[in-house]
Nanobody, 115 residues
Framework: QVQLVESGGGLVQPGGSLRLSCAAS????????MSWYRQAPGKERELVAA????????NYADSVKGRFTISRDNAKNTVYLQMNSLKPDDTAVYYC????????WGQGTQVTISS
C-alpha cells in the first residue's frame, strides 16, 4: 500500500535548522511531483515547497524563500526539506504530499520553533 513517512521534526530554537525527510513506498515515486505542506493550529494547510518528478523545478511559499530547500533522491524514494533560519511562525505540523493523478499524504511531523 501507499506510504509516506515523515521524520526529522522536533523542537528547535529560533535561528536553528532542521531537515525533514519523507520516505515513500507503494507507488512509482519518481513519476510523482512531491511537496511539503504545513498546518499551524487554527490555520489552513498551506503549501511550503514543491518539486517536480525529475527534480528540475522547485517552487516555494514566499514566507520560506531563501530559508528552505526542497530536494529529492529518486533512487532512495525520499524527499527532503532543509529548513534554515527557523522562526516561531514556522511552527506547524509538516506533511509530505505526492501528486500525480491522485494525491497521497503522510501522517505529518511536528516542528516547533521556540526559545
Amino acid at each position: 500500500q501507499v506510504q509516506l513517512v515523515e521524520s526529522g521534526g522536533g523542537l528547535v530554537q529560533p535561528g536553528g535548522s532542521l531537515r525533514l525527510s519523507c520516505a515513500a513506498s507503494g507507488f512509482s515515486f519518481s513519476t510523482y511531483d512531491m511537496s511539503w505542506y504545513r498546518q499551524a493550529p487554527g490555520k489552513e494547510r498551506e503549501l511550503v515547497a514543491a518539486i517536480t518528478s525529475a527534480g528540475g523545478i522547485t517552487n516555494y511559499a514566499d514566507s520560506v524563500k531563501g530559508r528552505f530547500t526542497i530536494s529529492r533522491d529518486n533512487a532512495k524514494n525520499t524527499v527532503y526539506l532543509q529548513m534554515n533560519s527557523l522562526k516561531p511562525d514556522d511552527t506547524a505540523v509538516y506533511y509530505c504530499n505526492a501528486k500525480k493523478y491522485l494525491w497521497y499524504w503522510g501522517q505529518g511531523t511536528q516542528v516547533t520553533i521556540s526559545s
